[in-house]
């Protein structure tokens, strides 16, 4: 890895970490579960793969407000 890569790599590591903590924020005030399911889905996405949460398919109707807002505190703390 050269200086410049090295320099490079916390910057995107920090706007990808501003990305899902806004994307955190705003899929707690959504107010349409289907449009929160979508949003955990796109978050649990950004993560990489070993602190990427296992989330029932979109076809199982186990998420639930309580269970999704339990789980962006779940990858909040993974992201901090």
């Known amino acids: ?6 320099m ?6 920090m ?3 501003d990305t899902i903590l806004r994307t955190i924020q ?3 005030t959504e107010r349409s579960l289907g449009k929160k399911r979508e949003m955990l889905y796109h978050i649990n996405s950004l993560l990489v ?3 990427q949460l296992k989330i029932p398919s979109t076809q199982s109707h186990q998420l639930t407000t309580d269970y999704i807002n339990m789980a962006l ?8």
Request: with cysteine; net charge positive; proline share 7%.
């Open 8 to 13: 490079k790599s916390p910057k995107i590591t």
């Open 26 to 28: 705003n899929c707690l």
């Open 15 to 17: 706007t990808c970490q």
């Open 73 to 80: 505190h779940i990858i909040e703390g993974k992201v901090f």
């Open 49 to 51: 793969r070993p602190d």
């Open 1 to 6: 890895m050269n200086e410049k890569t090295a």
